[in-house]
């Protein structure tokens, strides 16, 4: 078995980091070229005004056909996009700027920021990374379940940390099980296949865990503040958790028995060499450390209180929602003690390591599905479609099918941004419950699975080298035809019921 694939992100050569520097500043001068390019795309589409609305309308055209270019082209780096409707806005007339700034005040905002607090005291005290390894322990050493464990465990912690977070967690301790498997097994196919399966697993079992919570990946978050702005009311935590996890957990089964059963088994059998790296890296970690169980403790706080607020609310005591736990949860971190040297659970210095850009970019994003919806573009937009005429359960298949397919090559927070406000005005305009369409356009979103660039996850799996791009599209064009059927159904039969 050749020991380059090995090598992986985290091993990156002097020579490679070197290239990497060149072409960065070989593309720097095309990605300002592509900017210039953005800016004339949106000046044509306000003075050509080929669609004939009135002046103020063609201002958040033009201004969403620019932010649209450089998010889709990635011309300059996403939240710093977000920022631009804090001046455009004001400048041009479409919204003062303290109507603006008011997006990036979401409470919706708030929810993620408490949820990625959490997230970084887990990750601060290595609890995510002793619970995978236990759960690849305990369901066994032959390649089949050392594969089944790796997605149990990787979809789990997706669900509360970030999906790119969570690959690059579990990235080391893949290869370092794949490279004890490539010095065990003679069987090479069988190698080759296990190699490439728990790669692909890692990534795309990020992908589906994180659809599960709403704070599991930014796409739910995004969708959530749209919804919040437009109608003052928060999706709540426990019910999207009631449809979306049993829909994560079937995604997660299928993606196993698609790898494993189907389209590459592996053969391999239990072995006492495999069993014992794992044992290894779990005895490094050693006993349970007191910031450990204090993290864990104000992680199942956190949950439960997200599942029973409604129950706590009834009592008349106090009035909670879920972004009042997540800030809660997420300040409280810096006052409990960790029991080492006198310092919190976190400092304040960890924060540095927070996604700021992401929380900017929902900010940015519900700032301009304002815009749009009150210029009465996205009213226009959705009686066009709903003139068509569509069977409501194919609608709803067919809005899965394209945000799928689409955030292929698209990033998925941009995507969610850009689409939330169109399938709700279709929604209204064909007299249904916006959510029946919006959901499943946001869960589709984070299910890409063909192609490398697809999400984060994709590229690192992608970058370890065990994986070939035929492979990658082979299993991802299965689970997104899974992906489409199952979040259609689900949506169909279970948000009708779960959501009034």
């Known amino acids: 078995m050749p020991d380059a694939p090995s090598v992986g992100i985290a091993f990156e050569t002097d020579r490679i980091r070197s290239l990497v520097e060149q072409t960065l500043k070989n593309i720097q001068l095309s990605k300002q070229l592509v900017a210039l390019i953005c800016v004339a795309l949106a000046l044509a589409t306000f003075f050509l005004n080929p669609l004939g609305i009135k002046p103020e309308a063609a201002k958040v055209i033009a201004i969403a056909v620019l932010m649209i270019g450089l998010w889709v082209t990635e011309a300059m780096p996403m939240p710093a996009v977000a920022l631009l409707p804090l001046v455009l806005f004001p400048l041009v007339g479409v919204a003062p700027i303290d109507v603006t700034a008011s997006s990036y005040a979401n409470p919706v905002v ?13 990750e601060k005290w290595n609890l995510h990374r002793r619970i995978a390894l ?42 370092s099980v794949v490279k004890v498997i490539g010095e065990n097994h003679s069987n090479k196919q069988g190698v080759s296949h296990f190699a490439m399966s728990i790669m692909i697993a890692i990534a795309l079992a990020s992908n589906f865990g994180g659809i599960a919570t709403l704070i599991g990946t930014p796409p739910n978050v995004a969708y959530a503040g749209f919804i919040n702005k437009k109608y003052g009311t928060t999706i709540p935590f426990a019910d999207w958790f009631l449809v979306c996890a049993p829909l994560s957990g ?24 495999t069993q014992g790296v794992i044992n290894r890296e779990i005895t490094a970690l050693g006993a349970y450390t007191t910031p450990e169980k204090r993290v864990f403790a104000v992680f199942l706080c956190t949950a439960t209180l997200w599942m029973t607020k409604d129950l706590v609310n009834r009592l008349g005591l106090v009035k909670l929602d879920d972004n009042m736990i997540a800030i809660l949860a997420g300040t409280s971190l810096f006052i409990i003690p960790s029991g080492q040297a006198d310092k919190p659970l976190l400092d304040w210095a960890d924060t540095k390591n927070m996604a700021w850009g992401i929380l900017l970019l929902f900010g940015g994003g519900i700032a301009l599905a304002g815009a749009l919806e009150k210029a009465g573009l996205i009213e226009q937009l959705g009686q066009w479609f709903a003139g068509f005429g569509l069977n409501p359960l194919l609608l709803i298949f067919l809005v899965t099918l394209v945000s799928l397919f689409i955030s292929e090559v698209m990033s998925n927070v941009a995507q969610v941004i850009v689409f939330a406000p169109v399938v709700t005005g279709l929604a209204e305009a064909m007299h249904m419950n916006p959510l029946l369409l919006g959901i499943p356009m946001t869960l589709a979103a984070s299910c890409a699975s063909m192609l490398p660039m697809g999400t984060p996850p994709n590229a690192i799996a992608f970058s370890s080298g065990y994986i070939k791009l ?22 169909w039969l279970l948000l009708p019921v779960v959501f009034e």
């Open 134 to 175: 236990n759960i690849v322990r305990a369901t066994g050493t032959s390649g089949d379940r050392i594969i089944l464990g790796f997605i149990i465990a990787t979809g789990l912690i997706s669900m509360w940390l970030s999906n790119t977070a969570t690959t690059m967690m579990m990235f080391p301790i893949a290869l």
């Open 470 to 491: 035929k492979d990658m599209t082979r299993v991802g064009f299965v689970m997104n035809i899974i992906s489409v059927i199952l979040i259609t159904l689900f949506c």
């Open 110 to 122: 708030f929810l993620f920021m408490g949820g990625f607090m959490l997230g970084l005291a887990i």
């Open 250 to 273: 079937l995604l997660l089964y299928f993606l196993y028995l698609v790898m494993v059963k189907w389209l590459y088994p592996n053969g391999m059998k239990s072995d006492e060499t």
